[in-house]
Every structure is written in C-alpha cells, then in structure tokens.
C-alpha cells in the first residue's frame, strides 16, 4: 500500500547507522499535477530527489565519495582476522 501522494513505491531493506532494520523507500509523489522522484526512510518525512542532468543530489554524492577516496579510501576498515597466539602454535 502505497503512502498518501504517493505512486509507485518500492522499499528497500537495510540497517540504520545502529545496525537496527529500516526501509528506503524510492517512489514517485503527486507534485502539482505532476509526479517527482522522491526518497523516505520507514515511514519518515519524505524529501524530494532532483534528478535532473546536473542535479546537485548525484553532485554532492560524488564530490563526496571522491573526498572520501582521497582522504581514507586507500585505508582497508575491514577488521583484521585474529592470529594464533605463538603459544597456541607451540602446542
């Protein structure tokens, strides 16, 4: 079932920033006759998405991954795997 002004949404499953469960909701919302992209978290207040060529949304994602890269992304944020201790190679 759809939001109120809503049409044609899909949910997607995911984990908040405290690991806990949360949807992504991406569909399209009634705007002045007119429907526009818009995205929502669980049943959270909803933002409209400009999608348009050159928008600032897809901008401001790239800048910031590249940031990202630039400044950690070389560094691995996997943890290690633990090693055997000598003692338990000894044995």
Do not use: F
Not at 6 to 14: D, G, K, L, S, V
Not at 35 to 44: E, K, Q
């Amino acid at each position: 079932m759809n939001a109120e002004g809503w049409r044609y949404e899909r949910a997607i499953p995911t984990v908040d920033v405290t690991g806990q469960p949360a949807r992504v909701v991406v569909g399209l919302v009634e705007q002045g006759g007119r429907l526009a992209a818009a995205l929502r978290v669980d049943d959270g207040k909803a933002a409209l998405v400009p999608l348009e060529t050159g928008g600032e949304l897809l901008k401001a994602l790239r800048e910031t991954l590249e940031s990202w890269w630039r400044l950690d992304g070389h560094r691995d944020l996997t943890p290690p795997e633990p090693r055997p201790s000598a003692d338990a190679e000894l044995a």
